[in-house]
DNA sequence: GTGAAAGCGCTAACAT
DNA sequence: ATGTTAGCGCTTTCAC
């Protein structure tokens, strides 16, 4: 890729990089009285003179002072930060994310996103990693979303979205993937197909249990069996739901259509149909699952399940909110151990047609 | 709307609510040694015996112990953590975290997403709050989205995506908005309008500056005058773009088409277009820029103008990584005050037709 | 090879 | 009303 880098305009006065931050010592010491006065000041407390309130406001202002998160979360233990920990930024977490902004405006908090799985790839974990390195300290709560792994929460607040198998011990928001996949595997069914290939989510995920739950469930009941090699893991990702792809429309006897566990792994499905020469959906049908804005851009635009993903990361920081704030005032949800079930849809779109 | 909290089953042994964090303290008594070892042997410093080494690293994962993000960066100054700093997490900025997140992969850096200006709607500043308050100890540089005030950036490197007009004092990536305005103007004037309004953003902003001028431009030099009443701000944010679009359209000479300066007023627009029972395009044509997934997902889907937002994000990460690991090493661009400006296109589609 | 001590910037007790 | 002190959890000299 060129490279389109120019030289700009010299920097304008004032703009320039200044040396080091304004620490609350600085203020202090500008402003002529202690450091804890400052501290008083910018914290709202009580027992502080008007006038010194005024000056110290004014010094504050004259040297841009902005109080260190860091600092004073160590110190404080509170912060008005909430954390939103996924694996990476990518269509499912963002809109997640989307909703979540949404829900705090207006709480007080601020958000902050966390990227931890990018470092280790494929790294198991990243969910306790992250949440030990930012909970209890950097933030008053954190959003979990798609953990795989149980953890220990320690006195920090947690809501999962979309979790691991098994019981949990934190409040979880998710959708009906069970019924999301029925309704796919319907949808296929009804069009006329008979070999359909399920691709499977991220072990370990509830949800990615549910699906292909669901899938089998659907394709027994109506009579049709589902061979072995038909059922694969893409993990929810496009890599390995490529590779898997490649796989399963090597096999002799192919499948007809595909019902890819979310939506990343249905377009890599697509893709490698496309290279293999097969028209989707007059050689292949695929169906995906989520409903990213992503799936209705592709071409040709996917059919899928939609989930509430924005509502679900809104859902989950409403009710992080409450338990932050303390369990006694929690606005939405009551005790721990609670959990938030939205339906899923059948969106068709043009991804699907009876098989040839 | 109704509640759908459940009660759900009891927490599993294990997964339930520990005391408090594990901390350095806790695993050097536990091992028998000194905090100071245990920071070594976290951090790979040398000068400890392997038998040391193994048994604290056994003693760490016993406890479950990571370093406090908070605790570390407070100390040393280097955390390994990018910021990318955002007003809040909506379409625009969710693109380019997309593209952060993919150019942060294999860096060895992990990424924090921080959405500052939600406290206060309507925030100035929130940039350089934001900045402030992370920069120096929590994150190692920063990328900031469409800030609208130049900053004292003091020690902490950074990049900024599409900012205020003025002179930059750090590197810069942004698209061509000029070029993209030209081309939605000639788009509109070639289909036959004359009445053209424009719906400016967020002012302050070179982009918007730029898409302005740019309109202006051309429908000058095809002749077509502007009328001063046709010409708004809806501040790139879809309320104020609502109010704008209805003052606009209740015009006596009605305009025949809007061009709005990002998608998500062209979609505000379009929404009061249909609460007014005006047809788009039949009865209006709506332009937008920056071609966001929601675009292409509106009824009818969206004419705009592309920005390449995650290559922008991805970019400016690249960039910032350069700046972090030291100028000498930068791998992309060389010094302070560089330019990055990618092209932008025209992406047709059906919010756009000849007027009635 | 290991530990004691100091201190990052801030805030909460406790003086004064 | 204000300042002094201590310490959050960690890393970093610098002794030993």
């Known amino acids: 890729m060129a490279d389109a880098w120019q030289p700009a305009t010299t920097p304008a006065p004032g703009l320039v990089a200044g040396p080091t ?56 233990r509170r912060t008005g930060v909430l954390g939103v920990l996924v694996a990476e930024f990518e269509p499912y977490s963002t809109e997640i994310l989307k909703g979540a902004s949404r829900a705090v405006a207006g709480t007080g908090y601020e958000l902050l996103a966390y990227s931890g799985g990018t470092r280790t790839d ?10 030990s390195r930012l909970g209890g300290t950097l933030v008053d709560g954190a959003v979990l979303v798609t953990p795989t792994v149980a953890l220990v929460t320690g006195a920090t607040p947690v809501v999962a979205i979309d979790p691991h198998a098994g019981p949990a011990a934190v409040p979880t928001v998710d959708a009906d993937s069970h019924r999301g996949a ?21 072990p370990g995920l509830e949800s990615s249990r549910l699906r292909e739950e669901g899938f089998v469930a659907t394709m ?20 390995p739901a490529a590779e898997a792809a490649r796989a399963v429309l090597a096999l002799a006897d192919r499948p007809t259509a595909v019902f890819a566990a ?57 009710r992080l909110v409450g338990l932050v704030d303390g369990d006694a005032a929690a606005g939405e949800g009551a005790a721990w151990g609670d959990h938030l079930r939205l339906p899923t849809a059948l969106v068709p779109r043009a991804s699907t047609a009876p098989p040839a």
């Open 220 to 239: 027994r009941s109506a009579g049709v069996p589902v061979a072995p090699e038909l059922l694969r893991v893409g993990g929810y990702r496009p890599g």
């Open 122 to 131: 494929g790294d198991e974990g990243w969910e306790r990693r992250s949440l």
């Open 262 to 318: 979310n939506d990343l792994s249905a377009i890599a499905v697509v893709e490698v149909a496309r290279e293999l020469g097969l028209a989707v959906p007059a050689d292949l049908s695929v169906v995906g699952f989520d409903n990213i804005p992503e799936s209705a851009l592709v071409d040709p635009p996917l059919t899928t399940v939609e989930q509430p993903l924005q509502e679900m990361g809104a859902r989950a920081v409403r």
């Open 182 to 202: 029925v309704l796919a595997t319907e949808h296929l069914l009804r069009l006329g197909h008979r070999r359909v290939a399920f691709l499977g989510g991220r």
């Open 21 to 76: 931050r304004v620490t609350i010592t600085d203020v202090a010491a500008r402003a002529g009285v202690s450091p804890a006065t400052v501290s008083k000041v910018v914290n709202g407390r009580y027992g502080v003179a008007p006038r010194t309130i005024a000056h110290v406001r004014q010094v504050v202002a004259e040297l841009g002072y902005e109080t260190s998160l860091v600092a004073s979360s160590l110190r404080s």
